[in-house]
């Protein structure tokens, strides 16, 4: 009995961490498909798509480096969604100016 309900919650933590990872990577994703899409519709230069990239691999280094010790702690979390939301503002900024 206890042996099962270990196995349980082992597969229950994995299933969460898993899906945390997968949120990192598609949020990830898809801020550089927005990044391509304002260069291939000519809304953002050549220029402005390099600060964004280069400023949203400052955000999965943070991401990377925080995840790294197993414990993702609750102001690494909030650190991460400010650098997450400033990125986004950045993008939608140089997108319509």
Do not use: C, W
């Amino acid at each position: 009995m206890k042996t099962k309900m270990f196995l349980s919650i082992l597969i229950f933590m994995g299933f969460f961490s898993t899906a945390n990872a997968q949120h990192r990577f598609t949020n990830n994703h898809h801020e550089r498909l927005r990044i391509a899409q304002g260069v291939r519709k000519g809304s953002l230069t050549r220029g402005e798509a390099m600060q964004l990239r280069v400023e949203n691999a400052r955000v999965n280094h943070y991401e990377k480096k925080t995840a790294s010790d197993g414990v993702i702690t609750p102001r690494e979390r909030r650190k991460t969604k400010m650098m997450e939301r400033r990125l986004n503002r950045q993008i939608f900024i140089k997108k319509h100016n």
